[in-house]
């Protein structure tokens, strides 16, 4: 299969639109499960929106840390599948293994790209940023386990020693306090929830593709995930602004003040507090 086969396979009517369709509706159950979760918790509604768009950030940002580390992997392994000759075959072979960190800071600023500038995150402080980065990790781990020995290709084994090595680093950054450590941790397995959804999320995209055919296993599993997760942060891309929109037309209108007779005091005077 020649490289323009490869990716218009991927973009053939209807498989294409039928896959993001289902990428929206996983995407919508998601929310609501955050948006049940979030008012069973809170009857205060702008705690509950808060509580709300926390759990959608956080979930974003493990699906775009994962997506990003995914992207950079999948673009080393496609040069490596159909880049057979000429001068840059040259210089890849020559350079590969330095062009891969390289590729991995691509991926940290494409990161940083998705959550400050294609929906930026405003919601999280950086603790709450950290500790979601560091969930992603695990949840990286956790594919990489599928991979290696769940579907059994070792052809991986070097973008794992790779992230290893980065997720190492990570833990000895946050080494220089132990107590700090802890609390990163502790923080990090309040994410798992968040996780074990996105992990169902990918998992449901893979059956559907792999039981259609849409996604092929000779094309490497690596691309397969990586397709999923870009159609996954499309799906966030557009619903996001959506739901922003649905809730700032429910959200509460600001008090304002009403002088009373003698107009020497102010009292605040609701004018109109919608219920959930």
Avoid at 33 to 60: A, C, D, W
Avoid at 156 to 183: C, E, P, Q, W
Avoid at 187 to 207: E, H, R, S, V
Wanted: proline share 2%; hydrophobic share 50%.
């Amino acid at each position: 299969m020649s490289y323009a086969e490869y990716v218009k396979h991927y973009f053939t009517l209807p498989d294409c639109i039928i896959f993001f369709v289902l990428a929206l509706v996983l995407l919508a159950v998601v929310y609501a499960v955050f948006y049940i979760y979030s008012k069973g918790r809170f009857k205060n509604p702008r705690k509950m929106q808060h509580e709300f768009f926390s759990l959608t950030e956080r979930f974003y940002e493990l699906i775009f840390s994962g997506g990003s580390i995914i992207g950079f992997m999948a673009a080393y392994y496609l040069i490596n599948r159909f880049v057979t000759a000429g001068p840059f075959f040259v210089f890849w072979s020559s350079y590969k293994d330095y062009l891969l960190l390289v590729f991995m800071i691509i991926s940290i600023l494409l990161n940083t790209f998705c959550d400050h500038v294609l929906v930026k995150l405003k919601r999280l402080n950086k603790s709450e940023m950290a500790s979601i980065r560091l969930t992603g990790m695990l949840y990286m781990i956790i594919i990489f386990c599928y991979i290696k020995f769940i579907y059994e290709d070792n052809n991986y084994d070097m973008f794992i020693t790779y992230f290893l090595t980065l997720m190492i680093g990570r833990f000895v950054y946050f080494d220089a306090s132990f107590k700090d450590f802890l609390n990163c941790i502790k923080d990090a397995a309040k994410n798992i929830p968040i996780m074990i959804m996105g992990l169902t999320f990918l998992g449901l995209l893979c059956l559907r593709g792999y039981s259609s055919a849409y996604l092929l296993k000779h094309n490497g599993v690596i691309t397969n995930i990586f397709f999923c997760h870009l159609y996954i942060i499309v799906a966030i891309f557009i619903l996001h602004f959506v739901v922003e929109a649905y809730f700032s037309k429910r959200k509460p209108k600001k008090t304002k003040k009403k002088p009373i007779e003698n107009n020497e005091i102010f009292v605040d005077e609701v004018t109109d507090l919608e219920d959930f």
